[in-house]
């Protein structure tokens, strides 16, 4: 019963900061701020490149500065503020170090 005076109601669970800085979410500790977008990006390979092909659904073949070819889409930051990629621009590329072949396009060189 979720009606009982005392406890949060169904689905509402109780955060709050604990000791040195440790988020605890109902008796779970989190090391670190709780930034969990700094522990998605730790890992990523930043390099340049050129667009050579645009494909359906927002992806681009782009050629790395190395000679390799990496499938890669746009970063929803450049989607929100309406960055248009088109053939031929130098963009920056970030790849995740699981997959070479595959990501995401960061930054569009002007």
Do not use: W
């Not at 930034?35 to 992806?59: C, F, Y």
């Not at 390799?68 to 031929?88: D, F, N, T, W």
Request: charged share 25%; net charge positive; hydrophobic share 35%.
């Amino acid at each position: 019963m979720c009606t009982t005076s005392g406890l949060p109601r169904c689905g509402v669970l109780r955060t709050h900061q604990g000791k040195h800085n440790n988020l605890q979410v109902s008796g779970l500790e989190f090391p670190g701020t709780g930034n969990v977008e700094d522990m998605a990006k730790e890992g990523a390979i930043e390099v340049e490149g050129r667009i050579v092909e645009s494909l359906p659904n927002a992806m681009f073949r782009v050629e790395l500065d190395n000679g390799h070819k990496v499938l890669a889409h746009i970063s929803g930051k450049m989607r929100q503020h309406y960055i248009r990629i088109l053939p031929e621009d130098r963009v920056v590329v970030e790849l995740s170090p699981y997959d070479l072949t595959r990501g995401r396009i960061v930054y569009r060189y002007k």
